[in-house]
């Protein structure tokens, strides 16, 4: 299964591949596990259809974005290439009132959450901090200081676990959170924090670690020395480790701890293994640290791919791939279109929502620009 | 091992003098180590560390846990140890889990162990604005640093500055906050390499330097602010105004009697810089000069800089920095009292 680069550069010290949890191979056979595979036996051939056609649509946005910043649209662009299932499983596996917490490169789970994925182009942009009201999706905005919004998650099912809506047992009230990192963030003091404030809370929160290999140019044996789903065990935190380039696993051990979390059973560390196909961001030179070869090894690991192989093996008619191809192509235009039309804001946008009541100290910094544009007009007529 | 560093006087850019600078300053001490996220094979998100661990090992330019709290705590323990750790945070906007190992541990160490344990450590922070960059990216946190006692807080603003200032941090036996303006890492200038280390002898006494002379305002500035007072001046003078430009070069300590002989001489004085002027810098300068010049002074001071707001969207950012324009409005300002 995950056999490391010949430079070891791959294997986090002390992976063994016994614990990995996968239902679907890179050649797309499935795999029987006893306590996951149920968890999946539902998803007839439509759903799958559907979680393929979510992975494609938000591969080719996420192309799109990255050939945007290229043309000088974006300031900056974070590629998910490669993490679509370990995200699109995860975020799928979601309920409606379950609430997500996503860092920067979570393309995927906010696709799932319903968010239009034009706003995640607002922040790139340099337009805006967010881009989508986090309240309408059960969706928080990115955060980019890595690791301060596993603690925000927390806290938020410490809310809920406070408002009663854990343990019901009814479907349409008990809720779960999730939170999105890498395993980079895993080192940050705040992640530690969250593990303890969630344990021992029993806080109904998920922890998604998807483990893409890199934190910029550093290798995950730089941030740990033992596997990342260990981390949470030491916490007293339940953990599993998923192959994430599955899409199936990544859904199935999602839903478990959904259901853990959402009847009362506390949190789960979940580290999703796959790799980050891109550059960390545009900004980013991953020649400077890694090879080519393991990229190709990855490549061949591809989620989309092995999914497809799936599709067609369970009679999926070729007519859905066609089709889907038209789809993601006219997706790719609207989303250029879209990039292009959004307006750069107005200067009082500087001076909005700084507080929640007006401030004398903002009302006069705003005056003062105003006024001294104003000169400047005044000079022009 | 380091033929850049033999022979004379080199035409670089601000990046490339401190990664000199560093350079210099490990051949010279065998226990300044660096430490920070990506500064190794990658040579730091801006390259200011490049081929430094190539040269000097993973021993000595280690490439850290992503852990700014991590960073300096255990920076903190090895300058216990004897060692002077030089410390990268990526960008100004993370510098702040690390902010309470920074303001409780380093800058206390000294006084409350009466002298007893010295924590030689620098911390280098690329700051400010002006490159279009997304949110924490840009900000200018100097004023949260100046403000803590026990720290000092320099920032160069130019190539042979950034070359010499780093060497006086790394051998300065106070904790210093080097904040390196990052809109400017890629500017140019000659820098002479060989002939610096007489700094050393005096490595806590970063001074004001007047970057241009001038006689009716003085525009005092740091850091990336530096050049576009520079700029103003240039401006002005084909008005017919003449402006002094004082570089403060240190933000604690802040060189006052440096502006205060400027303001003198031009009675006038407007402060610069790109942190928000409310409890900013310019509000210290601002009031010490009033007290110490006021019988000197024929208009009130003057500060330009940003707004009490958090840093805006890139797309904005042009209208928040203080930009050349907005220089020169508070020069005529002042002139015209
Ligand atoms: C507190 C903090 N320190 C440093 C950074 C700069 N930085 C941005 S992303 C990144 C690497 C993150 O790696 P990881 O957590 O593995 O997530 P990935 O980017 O691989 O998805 C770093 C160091 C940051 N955003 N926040």
């Known amino acids: ?381 | 091992m380091s033929e850049q560093t033999t022979s004379g006087t080199q035409r670089i850019t601000l990046g490339k003098a401190i990664n000199l600078g560093l350079r210099r300053a490990m051949e010279r001490d065998p226990k300044v180590l660096l430490m920070g996220e990506d500064i190794g094979p990658l040579g730091g998100v801006f390259r200011v560390t490049d081929g430094l661990q190539k040269d000097f090992g993973s021993d000595r330019v280690v490439d850290t846990p992503l852990a700014e709290s991590g960073i300096v705590g255990t920076a903190i323990g090895l300058a216990l140890a004897g060692y002077r750790p030089v410390c990268e945070i990526q960008f100004d906007g993370f510098i702040f889990p690390a902010y309470d190992q920074i303001t409780t541990q380093l800058a206390k160490m000294h006084y409350r162990s009466r002298g007893k344990a010295q924590v030689p450590v620098v911390i280098r922070v690329p700051y400010g604005g002006g490159i279009g960059a997304v949110e924490h990216h840009s900000e200018s946190p100097e004023a949260l640093f100046a403000h803590t006692a026990g720290l000092r807080v320099i920032t160069p603003a130019t190539p042979a500055d950034a070359f010499t200032m780093i060497q006086q941090a790394i051998a300065s036996p106070d904790p210093v906050l080097f904040f390196e303006p990052k809109a400017r890492y890629w500017d140019k200038a000659d820098v002479d390499v060989t002939a610096a280390d007489q700094v050393l002898d005096t490595p806590g006494d970063v001074r004001a330097v007047v970057a241009r002379a001038g006689t009716d305002v003085t525009v005092a500035a740091y850091g990336p602010s530096v050049t576009t007072a520079l700029r103003a001046a240039t401006a002005a003078e084909s008005e017919g105004t003449s402006i002094e430009v004082i570089d403060l070069r240190s933000i604690s300590p802040i060189d006052i009697p440096a502006v205060a002989e400027s303001v003198r001489k031009t009675g006038r004085l407007v402060v610069v810089h790109e942190a928000p002027t409310f409890l900013g810098a310019g509000a210290e300068i601002a009031a010490r000069i009033s007290e110490e010049c006021f019988y000197h002074l024929e208009a009130p001071v003057l500060r330009v800089g940003g707004f009490h707001t958090p840093y805006p969207v890139s797309k904005l950012e042009e209208e928040y920095l203080p930009n050349l324009d907005r220089v020169l409005h508070a020069v005529d300002s002042v002139l015209q009292h």
Do not use: K
């Not at chain 1, 259809?49 to 990255?66: H, I, K």
């Not at chain 1, 043309?71 to 995860?90: D, K, N, R």
């Not at chain 1, 337009?127 to 309240?135: A, I, K, Y």
């Open chain 1, 1 to 381: 299964m995950f056999t490391p680069g010949a430079d070891g550069v791959n294997a986090p010290v002390g992976e063994t591949d016994d614990d990995l949890i996968q239902l679907l191979t890179p050649d797309g056979e499935r795999v029987h596990h006893q306590s996951y595979s149920p968890r999946v036996d539902h998803l007839d051939r439509v759903a799958l259809e559907g979680l393929y056609r979510d992975m494609v649509l938000v591969r080719r946005f996420d192309t799109e974005a990255t050939s945007l910043q290229r043309h000088g649209e974006l300031g900056l662009w974070p590629p998910s290439l490669g993490q679509e299932a370990a995200q699109i499983g995860s975020g799928r596996a979601m309920a409606p009132r379950d609430y997500a917490f996503p860092s920067y490169r979570e393309l995927g789970v906010v696709w799932t959450r319903g968010v239009d994925l034009r706003s995640t182009l607002h922040l790139f942009r340099g337009e805006d901090h967010g881009g989508w009201d986090p309240n309408e999706h059960n969706c928080h905005l990115y955060t980019l200081v890595i690791g301060s919004h596993a603690l925000h998650a927390t806290g938020y099912a410490m809310g809920v676990q406070r408002d009663g809506d854990v343990g019901t047992g009814d479907p349409g009230r008990d809720r779960a959170v999730v939170a999105y990192f890498g395993d980079g963030a895993t080192a940050q003091g705040d992640v530690s924090e969250a593990l303890t404030f969630a344990s021992v809370n029993d806080a109904p929160v998920v922890f998604f670690c998807q483990n893409n290999h890199w934190a910029i140019s550093e290798p995950t044996q730089r941030q740990s020395r033992v596997p990342l789903y260990h981390r949470g065990r030491g916490f007293g935190v339940p953990s599993v480790r998923v192959d994430g380039n599955d899409v199936l696993a990544s859904y199935a051990v999602t839903a478990e701890a959904l259901e853990r979390a959402r009847s009362g059973g506390g949190p789960t560390f979940i580290e999703a293994v796959t790799y980050r196909m891109g550059a960390h961001t545009t900004s980013d030179d991953p020649t400077r640290y890694r090879t080519r070869a393991d990229e190709e090894v990855w490549r061949r690991r591809d989620p989309i791919d092995r999914m497809r192989i799936l599709l067609e093996r369970e009679g999926t008619p070729s007519e859905f791939f066609t089709g889907l191809e038209n789809e993601a192509e006219q997706f790719g235009a609207e989303i250029r279109d879209y990039c292009h039309a959004i307006p750069s804001p107005p200067v009082e946008r500087i001076f909005e929502d700084v507080y929640a009541t007006e401030q004398a100290q903002i009302s006069s910094d705003r005056a003062w620009l105003t006024d001294y544009l104003a000169g400047f007009e005044e000079a022009a007529s």
